[in-house]
C-alpha cells in the first residue's frame, strides 16, 4: 500500500504542542504521529492499520507501549486540553459580538463492538436505548461513554469525552487487580457532576451558563449542582416526576382541554418544525427552587408528549430553540465513531483505552478549532477539513516523491520509499 504520511501534519503539532507539553520528547512524538494516524486513516483504526500510513516510523508495538505501560497522565492532557477549548470559544464569542451564552450539552453514546468480543476492560452489554422499546429491552455489546460539547452561538466545542464503566464491569476489572491498581466505579451522573465541577472555574463569571442534557441525568443532586453555581438548565423530565406534588402525567391528563401554544423551533438542518406547548409552573418532588415545565408534543392530540423543566426566564419557543443546540453531541459522536476510529481500539486494559479516547479527542479539538478558522464556501463541515487535512498530507507526499526523483533517485527507490508492498508467504 502507498504510505500516506511522510512527517506528522506542522498545524497539528503546532496545536498539540501547548496542550502536551508534561509528556517526555518520545511521549509527545507517539502522541503526534497517533493523532495524525486517526485523523488519515480511512480503513479500521487499529494501530497496525495507523502505522502503516507513515513513510517512517517506530514499530507499531511501541505506539502499543505507549498506551499501555508509558508512565504519562491522560487526566493533565485533558486539563490543558478543556482549558484550551474553553478560552477559545470565549475568545471567539466576543470577537464576534455573540452573546454572553454559553450552553454546555451533556450526552453519552455507545461504540458498538463485534459480539465475539468480551476480553477488552471497557466492553461489556449495554441497553440500547434507541432500539428497545416499552417491554421489549434490547442490549449491544459495546462501550459507552460520556461527552460535553460547548456552544456559543455557532461555535461548537467538545470539552470533554469520559469513559464510563457499568458496576458490575468494575468488579470483574477488580477482580484481577491488587488493591492499589483498583478502580472505582463512577455512575453517569457523579461523571457529569465532575465535568462539570472541572469546568466552573474556567467560565468567566460575567456569562450566562446553561446546561443542558436529557432526563437520564435530571437527577437532584445535579440540578442543584447547576442551581448553586448560578446557572441556569433546561434538561428533560420523565413523565412519572411530580411537580407541585403531582405526577406530569396526571397534570397533562387534567389539563387536556386547555389551548396549547403553537410555536416554530429551527433544527440543525435549518428546518422549521411546529411544536403545541403548554406551560407549568413549581418545584419539583426535592428541589428547593421554582421552575418551569414545559409539556411539548408535535400535534395537539399526541397521548404521549415530552416534559422539559427549566429554569431560564424567557418564552417558550426560546428554552426549546436552545435546546436543539444538544444536537452537537450528536455531530460529535458521529465524527469520534464514523471518521476517526473511536470504536476501533483493540486494547485490552482500561487506561490504554483512556489514554486512546484522549488521543483521538485531540485530533478532533484539532478539527474544530481548525474549522472555526478556515470555515468558508469550500469548508461547510468537519468533514470538509478532515478531507483538506488528508489532501496536505498528499500534496507533501507527492512533493517529496517528485524530489527525489528530480535528485536521481531510480523509480525503483522511489517506489521502496513510498510504497509498502506486502511481504509474500514463503
Known amino acids: 500500500m502507498l504510505a500516506r504520511i511522510l512527517h506528522p501534519s506542522p498545524n497539528l503539532c503546532a496545536f498539540l504542542d501547548p496542550l ?4 517526555s520528547k518520545p511521549q509527545r512524538v ?3 504521529e497517533l493523532c495524525d494516524g486517526v485523523l488519515v486513516c480511512e480503513t479500521r483504526h487499529t494501530l497496525a492499520a495507523m502505522q502503516r500510513l507513515f513513510v517512517e516510523t517506530t514499530d507499531q508495538s511501541n505506539w502499543a507501549d505507549f498506551l499501555r505501560i508509558s508512565p504519562w497522565n491522560p487526566d493533565a492532557v485533558r486539563a490543558e486540553l478543556l482549558k484550551a477549548q474553553i478560552d477559545s470559544g470565549i475568545e471567539h464569542g466576543q470577537k464576534s459580538g455573540q452573546a454572553k451564552e454559553i450552553y454546555l450539552n451533556f450526552d453519552d453514546s455507545l461504540g458498538e463492538k463485534d459480539d465475539a468480543t468480551w476480553r477488552l476492560d471497557v466492553v461489556d452489554r449495554h441497553h440500547d436505548h434507541t432500539k428497545s422499546a416499552p417491554g421489549k429491552p434490547r442490549f449491544k455489546n459495546a462501550f459507552c461513554y460520556l461527552a460535553c460539547t460547548m456552544c456559543i452561538g455557532e461555535v461548537s466545542l467538545t470539552l470533554d469525552v469520559r469513559l464510563y464503566l457499568r458496576a458490575r464491569t468494575v468488579r470483574l476489572i477488580n477482580r484481577k487487580r491488587v488493591p492499589d491498581e483498583r ?3 463512577r455512575s453517569k451522573n457523579s461523571i457529569v457532576r465532575q465535568m462539570l465541577e472541572r469546568i466552573a472555574p474556567l467560565l468567566p463569571s460575567d456569562w450566562t451558563v446553561i446546561v443542558q442534557f436529557d432526563s437520564w441525568y435530571a437527577s437532584k443532586k445535579i440540578l ?5 453555581h448560578g446557572w441556569q438548565f433546561t434538561c428533560g423530565v420523565k413523565s412519572n416526576r411530580k411537580l407541585n406534588g403531582i405526577r406530569l402525567d396526571e397534570q397533562n391528563r387534567k389539563e387536556k382541554h386547555k389551548w396549547h401554544t ?6 440543525a438542518k435549518k428546518e422549521e418544525r411546529s411544536y403545541y406547548i403548554r406551560p407549568l409552573e413549581g418545584r419539583l418532588e426535592e428541589i428547593p427552587f421554582d421552575l418551569r415545565v414545559l409539556i411539548s408534543k408535535r400535534h395537539a392530540g399526541q397521548k404521549s408528549p415530552a416534559y422539559f423543566a427549566s429554569t431560564r426566564d424567557c418564552k417558550p419557543q426560546a428554552v426549546l430553540q436552545g435546546y436543539t443546540g444538544r444536537w452537537s453531541c450528536e455531530v460529535v459522536n458521529f465524527y469520534l465513531k464514523v ?10 486494559h482500561y487506561e490504554a483505552v483512556d489514554k486512546y479516547v484522549v488521543a483521538v479527542h485531540l485530533a478532533w479539538a484539532y478539527i474544530e478549532r481548525r474549522f472555526i478558522k478556515e470555515r468558508d464556501a469550500q469548508i461547510k463541515c468537519c468533514g470538509d477539513l478532515i478531507r483538506r487535512h488528508r489532501e496536505e498530507h498528499a500534496e507533501t507526499l507527492l512533493k517529496a516523491a517528485v524530489g527525489m526523483a528530480l535528485e536521481g533517485a531510480t523509480l525503483d527507490q522511489v517506489l521502496q520509499r513510498f510504497l509498502r508492498r506486502e511481504s509474500a508467504d514463503p
Open 339 to 348: 471518521q476517526l476510529g473511536l470504536a476501533d481500539f483493540r486494547l485490552w
Open 262 to 267: 403553537k410555536i416554530s423551533v429551527t433544527n
Open 224 to 228: 442543584k449542582f447547576v442551581h448553586r
Open 30 to 32: 507517539h502522541l503526534q
Open 20 to 23: 502536551i507539553e508534561s509528556l
Open 183 to 185: 478502580i472505582r466505579f
